[in-house]
Every structure is written in C-alpha cells, then in structure tokens.
C-alpha cells in the first residue's frame, strides 16, 4: 500500500505529524474514509522521526483487531517499508519493530476492550499512543494508557473511530470539548467517505447500499446519534418473505437455536444457497404461555421434528444453553457449535444482510416474523442496548447471521439481490 494521492484531511493528518500543535489527534467519522491507514502511516512516520529506542502503543479493541487493522497495514504500507525494516512478533509478546536511519523504536500492541484491560499498559512508559476503534475501548484503559505518555516530553496520542452513542464517554469527554474550544490541546478532524481517494462514486454508493437505520447514519453519514426505534428497520415483509421455497439442491442446511427455559425457546432451520440463505421453516416454545417448562430431552425432541428430512450440516446453539449442548452431543446425531453471542456486532451484521436481501424467510415463520415488528433499540441506556423482550427469534437469527454468514465467500458477491427473490418478484 502506498500513499500516491492523498486527500485534504489525510494531508492534515500528515502536517499535524511533521509540525504538531496539540498534545492529540482525533479522526472519526464513516466507514472506508482513510482515517485508519492515514493515521497509522503518520503514526509510524512520526515516531521514528522524533524518537530513538522508545515504546510506543498501539491499541485496539483486541489484540487480534489491532494487528487487523494496524498492524498487518503497516507492513504492506510501501511508504514505510521502503524506508525502514518493519518486523511483527505475535504470540505472547505482540511487538512490532521499526528500524532505519540509525533508529530502532518497539511498538507494543494491546487490547482494551474491558475494564481489566488498564492491567496490561500499567508500568510502562509510551512515548506515544495510536488508539484504533477508540469507541469501543473502556474508558479506564484509554486512561491508563494515556498516563504511561505523561512523563515523556514530545509525547503525542491519536484517536480514530467509527461514531457511537451521543452519550459516550469518549464523545463527551474529548470530541465535544474539542469542538467547544474547552479543550485546545485537540485536533478534530472529521471523515467522510469522500475524503478517501480510493473511494469512487461506485463504490461509495455500494458500501451506502449496505447500511440502514442508526449504522447508516453512523457508518456511512459518520454521526454520533442514538439507537432508538426498531432494531432492524430495514425488514420489510413483502421484501424478505417468500411463499413456498423449495430449496436448491446444492443447499447446505443449518438450525439456529436460542435456549430457554422460563424464557421461550426459538429454533430456525435455515437453507444456504450460492447467493442467499432463507429460513425455511422454524419451531418456537413458550412455557410461559404454555406453564410447562420442556426439559432439555422434549426441546431436543422439537430439534429432531424440526431437522426431520434434512442433511443438517451444523446447529449452531445460544453459548449459555451448556446443558443443552451436552444433550446434542450426546445423541451424537448432530455437528454442533457455540454461537457467536457478540450482540451489536451481530446485530450489524444481520442489519447488513437484510439490507442486502442476503437473508430471507419462509411466510411460514410467524414469530420471527411477529418479533420483527417488537424488537427494539433500549432508549434509556448510554451504550447501545436491546430490549430483552420479543428477542427469541432475532438472537437466533443473529447467532446464524454472525457466526456462519460472517464468513461466507457468496458466488458473485455483487449480486446482492438473490435470483429467486427476482424471479418471484
């Protein structure tokens, strides 16, 4: 990767680096808007210019995200690589070295998306921090991180992110005091797609195409505005249900399945075909209306009722229903997996498939269909959250979506609208 072209704020973002005039940078804003490679690139640049045998952070959500994002950039990034050797070390030490011109700086990669996350940065001193999704980073650590620069003169921090909730603790804190004018010791830049070079009008309109709702405005507009209203807004029934699907030969069968006791218990057998993947039919217990409680045996038994006559390839299972599990794979007629329970990341995800009508139903499932129409953003809360109620079907829903639809490679990935949804339609 090499910077031939940049844009105007992605050549702030380099001035600020040679000539800064703060103790911070902040770049937030949409999805694909070269804030992230910029500032890496800068980042690196800077630090071997004013600094020999340092420490510095590099900090993401996890560890694995940083070196996704940051990491595995930099040592593509022919800007940097033409100039100094750049090494990683992963394992337990995750350290990346960057030596040239008579220097040689360690950058030490961490993760803070917890609040025992402060414990890692304790007891060393940074010469500077790049913080990468800094909106899903605890406030403690970000804190913790920031006090390990406070004894080095010339010391520098930079921030990116995607935009959040209106009443988060980083928005607060940092951006709206930016803006104000209370904080002078900060620069904000704000990103949009368009101020990526690489981002053509095509493509801008295909990543557009693939948000909907508060992740459209946050994602692609780059507002920090709050989840409210229907999680999934973009569900339309007269887009998303077909009548009568019969199933491709070459589709590959899955069941979902959300785990209740007191609660109601949700399972899907879903059909993935080249393109798409349509929910085909599903089963729904609720012992509160029913007052009696099935035992794992009788919700095993609606599991098999519900496979009957299909190959089923895996179920994929709420990771909490442990007992549950076991019971699966004790009739060992099953494959069985743990979901993926990551509840906003999987909410987006699912919010992009529907978008995309990756993912379709059978108008014979009523009650996701019925939980389509409930399921909403809680209003009252600072952080994105759910309601828990009416949820049964959706977290089934995103269990499949998140943890078998996140890494489908589709046929023609810029077919986004299956070709049995057009030929019915």
Same mark, same amino acid.
């Given at each position: ?127 500077g921090v790049l913080f990468d999704e800094v909106a899903l980073m605890t406030e403690s650590f970000v804190n913790q991180a920031i006090a390990r620069t406070l004894s080095v003169e010339n010391a520098l921090l930079w921030f990116n ?134 035992? =794992?045996?009788?919700? #095993?038994?609606?599991?098999?009722? /519900? ?9 994929? &299972?709420? *990771? ?32 992009t498939l529907l978008e995309q009508r990756r993912i379709l139903f059978s108008d014979t499932c009523e009650d996701s269909i019925r939980e389509f129409g409930l399921y909403c953003w809680n209003e009252d809360k600072s952080k994105d ?9 959706? =977290?089934?829903?995103? #269990?499949?979506?998140?943890?078998? /639809? ?9 077919? &986004?609208? *299956? ?7």
């Open positions: 990767m090499t910077f031939s072209k940049l844009s105007k704020k992605q050549k702030t973002v380099f001035r600020w680096a040679y000539k800064p005039d703060s103790y911070a940078l902040i770049c937030d804003g949409s999805v694909r808007s070269g804030k992230t490679a910029s500032m890496a690139c800068a980042f690196i640049l800077w630090a071997m210019a004013t600094f020999d045998h340092a420490r510095f952070g590099i900090c993401g959500n996890t560890v694995q995200s940083a070196e996704r994002n940051i990491i595995m950039e930099v040592l593509q990034m022919t800007d940097i690589t033409h100039y100094f050797s750049v090494s990683y070390i992963g394992g337990s030490k995750h350290i990346l070295t960057v030596k040239g011109n008579g220097k040689k700086n360690l950058f030490h990669v961490f993760g803070g998306k917890d609040e025992a996350s402060y414990k890692l940065v304790q007891g060393i001193t940074l010469s992110c995607n935009p959040d909730s209106p009443q988060h603790w980083f928005y607060q804190q940092w951006i709206l005091k930016a803006d104000s004018g209370e904080r002078t010791d900060v620069l904000h830049l704000h990103f949009t797609m368009e101020d990526n070079p690489i981002m053509t009008p095509q493509k801008i309109q295909r990543a557009k195409a693939l948000y909907s709702g508060v992740f459209y405005d946050r994602y692609i507009l780059g507002l920090w505005c709050v989840a409210e209203g229907l999680v999934y807004t973009m569900f339309d029934k007269s887009v998303h249900t077909v009548h009568n699907y019969k199933p491709s030969k070459n589709a590959i069968y899955y069941i979902s399945v959300d785990y209740g006791t007191v609660n109601p218990t949700s399972m899907g057998l879903w059909a993935l075909e080249d393109n798409f993947a349509v929910r085909i039919k599903e089963a729904y217990y609720n012992s509160r209306k029913t007052g009696v409680q099935h035992s =794992d045996e009788q919700h #095993y038994q609606m599991l098999e009722r /519900l496979a009957e006559g299909y190959p089923i390839q895996q179920i994929v &299972v709420d *990771p909490s229903a442990a007992s549950f599990i076991t019971c699966i794979r004790k009739h060992a007629t099953f494959s069985v997996r743990s979901a993926d329970n990551s509840v906003i990341d999987g909410v987006r995800m699912t919010a959250t759910v309601i828990k109620e009416n949820d049964h079907s959706m =977290d089934d829903i995103r #269990y499949f979506c998140y943890t078998i /639809l996140k890494y489908q490679q589709w046929e023609n990935d810029r077919e &986004v609208i *299956p070709y049995y949804y057009k030929k019915q339609h």
